[in-house]
């Protein structure tokens, strides 16, 4: 059974840091990998998708890395501001027509 | 990116009535939506997955006959939550995915609350 992981479980750090948030998969037979961000009491807004062929995937501040071999991804964010204070969700699906695997999530504080 | 839209936001209702939640996809067409619902400070627990025409697929643990799926057309799917308790309390968000990039879409979610 597919599990995931998701390392810390909570960040907090000043503005401006660049950071790493982790996850991890047992089953490294993955269809692709998706990091979302959730504020509270919202939905899921995609971030970056990365297909199980595909090594990384960039948008703007962000980059997603996937090691499907060693079952990890990392999503650096760089010059963090106060808006990206959120909790980020890291998923995975072993099919195309199957649903999404969640971790617990890292939630990130982001200070002035 | 793709919209999924879910409605309503919030909703309260009295225990023992039932509550009609709706998904919809907005420009695209989804012949498999998921229902998932989250508790404070929880991930996503995936409850059952829509299939158009068909039965949905519940996973273990969820009560077929109090969480009523169904998948009428290719871009709605409602999820019915029947003779509701305060134990239902929670967050349900729906989830469809773009077969066309695999990239799977969430609705805003609906905070559910029975009094």
């Known amino acids: 059974k597919q599990e995931v992981t998701q390392i810390p479980a909570a960040l907090s750090v000043p503005e401006g840091e660049n950071l790493v948030l982790n996850c991890s998969f047992t089953?490294?037979?993955?269809?692709?990998l998706q990091w979302f961000r959730q504020d509270p009491g919202k939905g899921l807004t995609s971030l970056l998708l990365i297909q199980s062929s595909q090594r990384e995937q960039t948008s703007g501040r962000l980059n997603a890395s996937l090691d499907k071999s060693s079952g990890r991804s990392t999503l650096y964010i760089a010059a963090s501001q106060p808006g990206d204070s959120a909790t980020y969700l890291c998923a995975v699906i072993a099919q195309a027509g199957t649903a999404l695997i969640f971790g617990k999530g890292t939630t990130l504080s982001v200070s002035s | 990116g793709a919209v999924v839209s879910q409605h309503p936001s919030r909703v309260i209702c009295k225990s023992g009535t039932s509550v009609k939640i709706e998904c919809r996809s907005l420009?695209?067409?989804?012949?498999?939506m998921f229902w998932y619902r989250q508790f404070p400070k929880q991930s996503l627990m995936l409850m059952a997955t829509?299939?158009?025409?068909?039965?949905?697929?519940?996973e273990q643990g969820v009560e077929k006959d109090k969480f009523l799926i169904n998948h009428a057309s290719l871009t709605l799917s409602t999820l019915t939550v029947t003779s509701a308790h305060p134990e239902d309390s929670s967050f349900y968000i729906c989830?469809?995915?773009?077969?066309?990039?695999?990239?799977?879409?969430f609705g805003q979610g609906t905070r559910l609350t029975v009094v």
């Open positions: 420009d695209f067409q989804a012949t498999t």
């Open positions: 089953d490294s037979a993955i269809y692709n």
């Open positions: 989830s469809a995915r773009d077969f066309g990039t695999a990239e799977a879409f």
């Open positions: 829509s299939n158009e025409g068909s039965k949905a697929t519940y």
